[in-house]
């Protein structure tokens, strides 16, 4: 947990994905600065629970709201309720997000024996309703909470959106072309709504994480018995530190960002964290 402490009293956040691995550390980090959160997700009701027992027992505020990114009559109900229980939204986390097998290749260039071999996928191989969900998950699952909660900052300077883009953004990553692609639209569309709401008083930052190790990697990153795959040993030798980032090493950038005191005139970033893969050619 960062020593950065910015007064969020009073303030209420909306975190989507709120019980993953990254964006529960988000709501504890926000919790602890006194902001009211809301964990909005669609995992199973005691996994957000218990992130919501962990903050309420440090002496913070939260509450656990199902919320399906992709379906509007949804939120609009789940944004009924966060407006009578804590009231309307002045940070917006869109962290909900992930990739799909169906939207990813087995192979990083083209090969002409993956492609005749039908226990393998290829490139033309992608089930086109998978990458679609992919790409809209990820998004539309940005677009959809933004026009729903963006509504509640109309008007409010110090309000903030602060979206989830990804190194995929600046390089795509092989075997994974959806994903790639919606991160790259994430950082578009945060520049876009950025100088949309600028009048407004709406600050719309993003975070690209660099690798982090997290269940819905796993498999890509670590072998059945636990040893590094070729991936991870690709990630490792391109980024300048040396390792995987941990969650809590994404939470000064996000209080900093949350922080109208500290940022009030940065809006339209896209910032890495990520050991400095980004900043390395290779060479």
């Not at 950082?187 to 994480?209: C, D, M, Q, Y």
């Amino acid at each position: 947990m960062s020593e950065y402490m910015p007064n969020l009293n009073g303030k209420v956040a909306v975190v989507t994905g709120g019980s993953g691995v990254l964006c529960s550390e988000f709501c504890r980090a926000l919790a602890k600065c006194g902001a009211k959160v809301v964990i909005a997700g669609i995992d199973p009701k005691e996994k957000g629970d218990a992130i919501v027992e962990e903050i309420k027992a440090g002496g913070g505020e939260a509450m656990n709201v199902y919320m399906n990114v992709l379906d509007r009559d949804q939120l609009r109900e789940a944004h009924k309720l966060i407006l009578e229980t804590y009231g309307p939204c002045d940070i917006l986390i869109n962290g909900a997000g992930g990739n799909n097998p169906k939207a990813s290749t087995d192979c990083e260039y083209h090969d002409n024996d993956v492609m005749n071999d039908p226990t393998k996928k290829s490139f033309f191989d992608l089930d086109p309703a998978g990458f679609d969900f992919v790409f809209k998950l990820n998004f539309n699952g940005t677009l959809f909470p933004t026009q729903e909660f963006a509504r509640d900052m109309l008007g409010k300077p110090g309000s903030t959106i602060i979206n989830v883009s990804s190194m995929n953004s600046f390089t795509p990553l092989t075997k994974i072309p959806a994903y790639s692609a919606a991160k790259a639209a994430i950082s578009n569309f945060t520049k876009w709504l950025a100088t949309h709401f600028a009048k407004e008083g709406i600050r719309v930052n993003a975070i690209a994480p660099g690798f982090f190790s997290t269940a819905q990697n796993a498999a890509l990153l670590w072998n059945a018995d636990g040893t590094p795959t070729a991936r991870t040993g690709k990630i490792i030798n391109n980024t300048p530190m040396g390792r995987f980032g941990t969650a809590d090493e994404l939470i000064g950038t996000l209080l900093w960002l949350v922080d109208n005191k500290a940022s009030g005139f940065v809006t339209g970033t896209i910032i890495p964290v990520d050991g400095g893969f980004s900043a390395y050619s290779g060479v």
